[in-house]
């Protein structure tokens, strides 16, 4: 047998010299990359949607809305030292008519022309606005109405005053309206009718009236966005050469790509990285923004949390500095649903601090003692978008509690399935006769933050008031602040609403959180502002 | 012979059927709704109605199977829910590069088992073996994600000689067979061939020991042929239960990992199903498992007629 192993080995000499030539090419270094080009790795699986209303939640709009389009307000991005407040976009003023507080007046900004260099005027906005609510209309794309429609509840029609005036209609009188408005952005209707009305192709070339153009759309891997010189604001002019975004939707290896450089800045890195991404010279930025991580009470019989005190207590009994630790400080305690510096915290009477003694003494008082634990059971997640790390705070909430007495138990759920039973309610089976959920959400506008969900007319599942909370005080104060026109009046309902809401406690207020990313030491000119949203315009690359 | 593949193409009919009923029931029995991704959860009512009317998911389930069933015969596996694309652009987007990964892991995965089993098997008892041996269980028992995240440690962020996701610097969809692009190939097919290899190790070694040790071989040694010659006739007798085992791990290969091609970012199949899971985009999912179920059925169709091709014995249809 012995001659059969050597032809074996001349017949496998090749083989083994292609290997070898194999790995030794395997160590070449790769090319660098040039300069002024910020590569971006986002958490969506996708790339969101360019047409003018992007999918993949707020990280479309800052990535894909944002940068290529306008809306008729937006937010001062630009500050981060307080949340960002609403600005002029597209719109340089607007007004209600005090007759009928239902029509708005807008006067459009004159001079703005979309990236295929058709006009922006009054006939622009009544087509965008016909392609998410006219489902007559050619333009109507259902795809882009899944996304706006909801976003713009108080919408009921438009018309066009003159060439750069428009007014709109809503169903009741809503003060509350303007703060929708970001979410409804402007697509050339020229560039539209141009591509033989074809949204399909309109999103592989898009054209609106952005500090950014398409230059480069490879679906589900990346796109290429370069500036617009002609941008109307001159101080919103893109600074980087060009954006690359890529979705890379697994946490880890956001933080490889970023490690081997090919990423500039990562969103959301993953917890445990951000030690380490810091010691090896990346920056790491953050900052509380509108988000608020709960635990949302039921108030359906049998419910402990149906005596304030008990809620009280609880929020008595957390220690929020120990989840911040947990979190490597990368949270901001709640002491209400806003934000500590949000200009409608105001000057709750009940103030949320760390006090086991005076939760356990609002505990005695409520009837309930060692002997006699208050025992809940709350529907929590794994995993899920903007939950944070919600399996480890809500195990060190439970230790927390017990120790003044609040026995919890848990049912994990899928995220998914967590997120449906929101609109479900606490009566619905599927919510298992637990007795609060643990579901964060976003806080930027009075809405979003409380309406949906303090709102007796918006008991689940009409909406998302999921513990069926009825206050006749919030539902007055919500009635009054959708009447509250003038911007002092509409803060001094607001801040109201909100010192009833932490005075009542229908949450287990816990965090809010900051969001952080990651980037390259070379990434510059980033300002990360207290919002869902971010200016990607004067970002860019050092020499 | 020709009547056998029109058999087994007829086979397949009900195969696929299976396929797509199993599928569409599963993603239905899962929790959560079809429409998540699409619609805010806060969305009013009357937004939630028109927006399940438009994309069909109104009707009773067994009128939507029985409807994308028949636009599938027809080659439209209908739009993908979440981009509002054409499912079938996006599948042939994604196969295009399971295929490039999927061949590129199987060469590096058959040659090195097939080289590792012949050598366990010539020098059977010996050292050789022993390390051949021990790599084929290596290579089967590693977690391929784990092995990819490691992999990726060292050569993407310590060594900094290879990139660690993505599938070129400009993305897929100007692949060139360059070192530009080929690099991006390097770690998730060596992290992929990983397990066909140790397979092919075992079955090449396991075969090619048991024709060594035959009386044809012995005779053809007494009469005097070449060592290259005897070592052909092994190969021949060894080739069809190497190659049956070659095809089914080829399959699983077409299939795409998921966690392979989600820890590099590849963007195939696996990668695809990965995305249609999480963002239960139910065309998007029921359209892949039936192509890559078809794919499975296909493949086994042509190694058994490759296997009837260089084995005369072996007798079909």
Same mark, same amino acid.
Not at chain 2, 40 to 44: L, M, N, R, T
């Given at each position: 047998m012995k001659s059969v192993p050597s032809v074996a080995k001349t017949c496998l000499r090749f083989p083994l010299k292609a290997l070898t030539v194999a790995s030794l090419v395997a160590l070449l270094p790769l090319t660098a990359q040039a300069q002024g080009v910020v590569r971006i790795g986002m958490t969506a699986s996708d790339i969101p949607l360019t047409s003018g209303a992007p999918n993949s939640g707020f990280e479309g709009v800052r990535f894909t809305g944002m940068t290529l389009y306008d809306a008729l307000v937006s937010w001062d991005l630009s500050v981060e030292d307080k949340v960002a407040p609403l600005v002029p976009q597209l719109a340089t003023q607007w007004s209600v008519d005090? *007759? /009928?507080?239902r029509k708005w007046t807008f006067t459009l900004r004159q001079g703005v022309k979309f990236h295929d260099g058709s006009e922006f005027n009054a006939d622009a906005v009544l087509f965008n606005f016909d392609k998410i609510f006219n489902d007559k209309s050619p333009q109507y794309d259902a795809q882009q109405a899944a996304q706006v429609v909801a976003r713009l509840p108080a919408f009921e029609s438009i018309q066009k005053i003159d060439e750069y005036t428009v007014e709109i209609t809503t169903?009741?009188?809503?003060?509350?309206f303007i703060n929708q408005l970001p979410f409804m952005f402007m697509s050339s209707p020229a560039h539209w009718e141009a591509l033989g009305g074809d949204w399909k192709a309109f999103e592989q070339n898009p054209s609106g009236t952005g500090p950014f153009k398409l230059d480069r759309l490879v679906p589900r891997e990346r796109a290429e966005l370069i500036p617009n010189h002609d941008y109307w604001n001159e101080a919103r002019k893109a600074q980087a050469e060009r954006i690359v975004l890529i979705p890379i939707p697994e946490a880890n290896t956001r933080a490889n790509a970023l490690l081997s450089r090919q990423v500039d800045w990562i969103e959301n890195p993953p917890a445990d990285t951000l030690p380490m991404l810091q010691s090896r010279g990346y920056q790491i930025t953050s900052n509380g923004y509108p988000h608020i991580w709960p635990w949302q009470f039921s108030f359906l019989d049998g419910s402990p949390w149906l005596d304030k005190r008990v809620r009280q207590a609880a929020n008595l009994a957390v220690d929020r500095e120990s989840i911040q630790q947990l979190l490597g400080g990368y949270m901001v305690p709640a002491q209400g649903l806003l934000l500590p510096d949000d200009p409608a915290f105001g000057d709750p009477d009940f103030k949320i601090s760390y006090d086991p003694e005076a939760a356990k003494a609002l505990l005695a008082e409520a009837g309930y003692g060692a002997s006699n634990p208050v025992q809940a059971k709350v529907l929590i997640s794994a995993s899920g978008s903007g939950q944070m790390q919600p399996l480890q705070m809500n195990e060190l909430i439970q230790q927390q509690l017990k120790e003044v007495g609040i026995e919890i138990s848990f049912e994990v759920l899928v995220w998914e399935t967590l997120f449906n039973n929101w609109r479900q309610?606490? @009566? /619905?089976? @599927? *919510?298992?006769?637990?007795h609060a959920t643990n579901i964060t959400f976003a806080t930027h506008d009075p809405f979003a933050a409380l309406i949906r969900f303090m709102d007796s007319k918006n008991v689940a599942p009409v909406s998302l008031n999921w513990g069926h909370y009825k206050n006749v005080e919030v539902d007055g104060l919500i009635a009054d602040l959708q009447t509250a026109f003038d911007p002092a009046e509409n803060l001094r309902v607001y801040t109201q609403l909100h010192e009833t809401i932490v005075e009542d406690s229908p949450y287990l207020f816990v965090a809010h959180d900051t969001g952080p990313r990651a980037m390259s030491e070379k990434v510059t000119g980033f300002v990360q502002a207290k919002s869902w949203f971010q200016d990607l315009t004067p970002v860019h690359m050092k020499d | 012979m020709f009547a056998f593949i029109i058999r087994r193409f007829l086979f397949a009919i009900p195969i696929a059927l299976a396929v797509a009923a199993v599928c569409f029931s599963l993603v239905h029995l899962a929790?959560?709704?079809?429409?998540t991704a699409v619609i805010?959860?806060?969305?009013?009512a009357e937004v939630v109605i028109a927006i399940k009317e438009a994309y069909g998911m109104d009707r009773p389930l067994i009128v939507q199977f029985g409807s994308w069933i028949q636009r599938a015969v027809q080659g439209d596996l209908g739009v993908s829910v979440a981009t509002g694309r054409p499912v079938m652009g996006d599948i042939g987007l994604a196969l295009s590069n399971t295929l490039t990964l999927a061949f590129a892991s199987a060469f590096i995965g058959f040659s090195g088992g097939i080289l590792l089993g012949a050598l366990a098997a010539f020098y059977n008892g010996t050292w050789v073996d022993k390390v051949a041996t021990a790599v084929a269980i290596t290579g089967v028992s590693i977690p391929h994600y784990w092995l990819g995240l490691l992999l990726v440690i060292i050569f993407s962020v310590q060594l900094d000689w290879l990139p660690s996701m993505g599938a070129g610097p400009g993305g897929s969809s100007n692949w060139r067979w360059d070192w530009a692009h080929l690099q991006h190939l390097v770690l998730p097919a060596v992290t992929m061939c990983f397990i066909p290899m140790g397979i092919v190790t075992r079955t090449v070694r396991a075969t090619v020991s048991e024709i060594l040790n035959s009386e044809f071989v012995v005779a053809l040694q007494a009469r005097g042929l070449r060592a290259s010659r005897i070592t052909l006739h092994v190969a021949k007798n060894a080739a069809p239960t190497v190659l049956s085992v070659m095809g089914l791990q080829f399959g699983y290969l077409l299939g795409g990992s998921i966690l392979v091609e989600t820890v590099f970012s590849w963007p195939g199949t696996g990668y695809l199903l990965n995305t249609a899971i999480f963002q239960r985009d139910i065309p998007l999912l029921q359209g892949i498992i039936l192509v890559l179920a078809m794919f499975f059925v296909a493949l086994n169709l042509l190694v058994d007629v490759l296997q009837t091709l260089m084995d005369p014995r072996i007798k079909r249809g």
């Open positions: 005090e *007759s /009928d507080p169903k009741t009188p809503n003060a509350m309610g606490a @009566a /619905d089976p @599927a *919510s298992m006769g637990a | 929790p959560g709704d079809p429409l805010p959860a806060d969305a009013p």
